[in-house]
Structures are given as structure tokens and as C-alpha cells.
């Protein structure tokens, strides 16, 4: 072949090198990168070919660099579509084909005679290159995300493609014939990468075909052209046959990375579709929940939106219920026996629960915690998720006002991809958990209004029906009083002095009734507390002594003032006395009722403790209206009002369960500034 002739396919190589080369800078890849090195290596065997004598015996080194780039090629081909996908698995394959293939056409080239290093060179090619396909179908190959092995009639054509072109590459060296070992290993080697083309490509597409024909191709042109020039030699065959299966190669990869960019750009459309109908979802439901929409009707709608629009196959959403406790307010994508399973593993669950899981999890995102099935806390879906098509895997969103506090949780399972958790979905998620519990907020804030409009107009009611009440008590008590001066029998004037002390005592109901129904806040006064307990103990003596109730004092004697109101501080202690009282009502054993009082700090705690049964629902306890007393027996307004008064004078209020039973509640008033009151503080000493 003349210098004229082989410029064309020189000037071809180069430019598809070029191609290749722009393609590595906008689409980095492994494989391309390969192929690149691959075709580069084409182009370094036809530039040898250009540089050899058409008349005269080629030089050693431009004969070693013409079949040694070659075979190189032909090794980088083979790797880039290869099964494997580690790295060290790629490096391996590429030390067992390349080093002995391409030592053998360098002796080659350079015209060894000796026969060793060619039966070295073969053995350890073919030898190793049928190792490495059977312990890949032994061990497997990493595929996406599952480890599967190769098919056995993959395996089965390797080896025996490898054995039949080794025995006969060796058959020939063993006769001082080098020329049949280059060709047996340039052919089987693109042969071979025409069947793994096929093989780590199941979607049939014009690239594949094109890829795969060409290296089919390719392989079988040195083993056909050998015939030729043995068989028939005088027979003539253009060049460009020759050439155009490397032309097919070429068009097949140039297409496949136009079809890998086609992919790439749909998922990308994909995922903005997804995300487009994910933000559409997830903003209807935060429209909802800022138009008032009850949680309880759109909790499900807003699971259902989750595992819609997101990667999650299960999502559940949980909000405390009146009893304190966790409930399901929405689920998706739970069968009803893992459903059932979830609120019985869940019904004692509190807020607290979800605190816990939170300190013991793995963070993932801004608000968002990954529980692992081998965590000691028992997951309530974790053996129930395999069946519900989940890997055992949740993840736990809690849902927090602004303050901190914890109101529910949303827990998501059964990631469709179970290798990555997207950011950008997790983010969105998070999202709209912070609206729902702004709207948990906002439902309670809504719920105290409610509240503080019934004690307004309960206000109302009570100044209104204690004026009515006091113009006839009023003349009650004094006409009371006449009949008891006109009246000389002893007996005749105990009865009305007992009704007159009677109507004394409505009196001052009344007046307590006027003083509750009053909104202006009145000046700060001070107090001495034991007076004030003694006067309680002494209003509420006749019910403890018929219900068998002890009554334990421990005040402290330098108790300082406190900084309250007469009137406050006692309609604190008689309602949480009273509430004490009725807790004990129909308690078996001991009935205490414990009144302590000391100085922490600048406040003054008084803590009034009972051996009763303790509060149902310390979440609620403090709420307006709430009650667990029969009916008729009790408002529900005790506690609230005290805690309202607690808190205009800087106070606080806690209440608690103390074991084994009783409750216990502690209330924290600032003490008034002995300085200012140095007559009172000194009075109350002597």
C-alpha cells in the first residue's frame, strides 16, 4: 500500500481523535476517556504504517510501535466495555491483557527468535484472560447497586473463544510462527468487546448495534485477511474494507455519547417535571393549611402528596392527641396490617419519644433524622416494611414550632432509590413540615382565643348575675340582723345569727365572683404568705375534717414578702387546695394534702402536693375548660386562672406527677424588695 493510499485513513484517525478528545471536555467519563486513549493509540499505529518503507524492510521500532500501539487499542477498548466496574478490577484486567500482548508484538517487531517469551507472552494473555472471566462468574460483578453474576453462556463463549485462539496462537509458535499469535490476540480481543458491548447493554439501540458490529467486525478482519494472503495471495481487496468497521466503531461511540447526552437530558426534564408537580402538591396543602383547613382532614392528603411526588413509598404523619399521646393523622402507602401494627406499636408514644429518636439518630438533612433497623429504640415499621415493599429503613422528620418545642413528626420509608436520598426533595419535605406545625400552632393559638373569649363573656356573666345577687343578700342581711335584735329567745337568736353569718358568706363570694370578672391589672402589692395559708386552711377546715384529710405545713420562716396581691395569692391557694381536696375524694388509704413554701433564689416556691391519683394529662391540665371532674363538679378554670395570675406577676407555674401517686404543683412568685418595705418586714418579725 503506497504512502497516497494509507493518508486518508492517517487523516480519519486524526480527526476522529480530535472528536474524542472535544467529547472527554464535555462529557467526563471513564469510558470516554478510554476510548479517547483507545483512539489515540489507532492513530499511533497508522502513523507508523505512514512512516514505514513501501520498498525496503521497516525499521524495528517503527514495526513494534505499529503493532504494539495496536494491540494497546485494542486492551483500552476492551476494558472500557468490560463487565467490571471497580476500578482495581479494571486496573487488573488491564495488567493481565495488556502487559503480556503488548510485550509479544515488541519481540515481534524487533524480530526475536527465541520461542519462550512468545509461549510465555500467550499463556499468560490467554491463560489469564480465561482466569479473570471465570472468577468474575464466580464472585460476581457490581452492576447498578446489586451484585449479579455473568450469564453462563456469556462465560461459556469466552472461555472457549480464549482456549481455541491460545492453542492455536501456540500451536503456531511452538513452529517458529509468530504472526498467527498477534492476530489471535487483536481479534479475540475485539471480539471480545463486541460481546461485552452486548452484554452490559440489555437496551438494544442503533449505537450498540453499530459498536458491537464493528467490533465484530474488526476482530474477524485480521483472522480473514491472514487466509486471504496465505489462501488466495494474488487476490486484490480495497482498503477501505478493511477500514470500515473501525469507521463503524468510531460512528457507534460518537452516537452512543449522543445518546448518553439524550438520556441525561430527559432524566434532567424528568426530575424538573417531578419537581414541578412537587411544589405544585406541596404548596395546594400550605394554601390549605393557611386557609384554616383541619389538620384531621388534611393530614392524609398530605402523605398521600409525599409518596406522590417523592421518592419515599411510605409516609406518615403524627400529631398529639388530647390525651397527650402520638396518633396517626395521615398515612400513605401502608397496608392495613402494617397500618394496625403502627398504632398499636405507637400508642403510648409521647412528644418525648420523638425527642429521643432524634438524640439517637443519624442527621441527614436540615430537620431530618435517618432511624437504622440494627438502632436499640424498636422502629415501629421496621418489621413490618419488608412486606410493605420498604427495606426496613425511616426517616424521621419532626415536626417544631419556632420555640422548639416538638408537635408531631412525619416518618417516610421505603426509599424507591434506595442508594441516594435526594437533597433537594428532602429540603422541599422539611418545608412543608414547618408548615404544618405553624398550622398546629396557629389551630392552638386559634383554640385559646376561643377560650379567652368564653372566660370574657363568663366575666360578663358572673359581674352581671353577683350585682342581681347582691341588692336582695344585702337587705336579706339587714332585715337579718333587725329580727335578730328584736327577738329575746336564746335559741331563736342562734338560728339568725347562723343565717346572717351565712349570708356574710355569700357576701363575700359575690365580692370574690366581682373581683374575678375584673380585667384591670391592679398595683403590686405585698404579702406575707403564712397569714394568707392560714385563712385558706381556716375557710376550707369544715370539708377536710369530714373527708379525713391531713393537711402538712413546712414554711419557711424567713420566707421574704411576696411581691402579689393579698386577693391573688388566696384565690391561688383555695383553687389549688380545692383541686387537692376533690382529687382525694374516693381515694383509698392515706388522703395528704402538703403545703411547702422556701426561697429559691429571687422568687419565692410554694409547692402544694396531694396523695391523690395525679393528673390525667399534664399537656392539657393547664388548658381553659378542660376537667376531668364529674359533671357539675368543677369549670375547668382553676388551674388556668391560676396560672394567668402566676404569669402577670412574673411567675411561673409547673405541674407534675410524683410517684408512686399524687401530683405536685410548684409555683414561683418573685418576693417583694425588703428595702422598699422596712416597717412591714420588721412588723412581720416580732
Known sequence: MGVLEKIPTFLITGVLVIIFVCLKRHARSGRLTLWTVGWTLVFTHFLAQLLEPDHSPANSLLLALDSGSLQAAVVAFLVSVSVVAEDYAKLLLLLVLGVPSVAYVVCSGYGVQARWP?????????????????GVRGLGVRGLGAREKLPLHVTAATFLLCSVAGVWAIRAALHGSFQEGTIAQIGVGFVLAGIFTCRNHRRVSPAVLTIAGGFFSWGAAFPIRLLIDRLAPHLTVPG??????????????????????????AGMQHKADRLDRRLERFSAITSRLLRGAELDTICPAIASAITDVSTFRVAVVQLEDAEGRLRVAGSSGLSAECFRTLQVQTQDWTLDRIKSLCSSAQMVGQNSYLLRPQEAVLLALRENLTACGGNGEELLIPL???GGAYLGCIRLAAPRDTRTIHALELSHIEMLATDIALAVELQSLHTQLVCSEKLA??????????????????????????????????????????????????????????????????????VELSPVVQQVLALREHNTRIRDVRVDLDIAPDLPFLAVNEDEIKQILLNLFNNSCDALEGSAGSKRISIRAYQSGSRAAIEVEDTGPGFGNLNRALDPFYTTKPAGKGTGLGLSVCYGIVKKRGGDLDIENVKPHGARVTIKLPVADSQAHPFLVAVARA
Open 118 to 134: 512468545y509461549l510465555l507472552c500467550l499463556t499468560a494473555c490467554f491463560g489469564g484472560a480465561a482466569c479473570f472471566v471465570l
Open 240 to 265: 477501505e474494507l478493511w477500514n470500515t468497521p473501525k469507521v463503524l466503531v468510531a460512528l457507534g461511540m460518537i452516537l452512543a455519547v449522543v445518546e448518553d447526552k439524550s438520556e441525561s437530558i
Open 400 to 402: 417544631c414550632s419556632e
Open 457 to 526: 363573656a363568663l366575666g360578663q356573666l358572673l359581674a352581671g348575675v353577683a350585682h342581681e345577687l347582691n341588692n336582695p343578700l344585702t337587705a336579706i342581711m339587714g332585715y337579718g340582723e333587725l329580727i335578730h335584735d328584736a327577738i329575746a329567745a336564746p335559741h331563736a337568736r342562734d338560728q339568725l345569727a347562723k343565717l346572717v353569718s351565712e349570708a356574710r358568706r355569700m357576701n363575700r363570694i359575690i365580692d370574690n365572683l366581682l373581683r374575678f370578672s375584673r380585667h384591670s391589672a391592679r398595683d403590686i402589692q405585698t
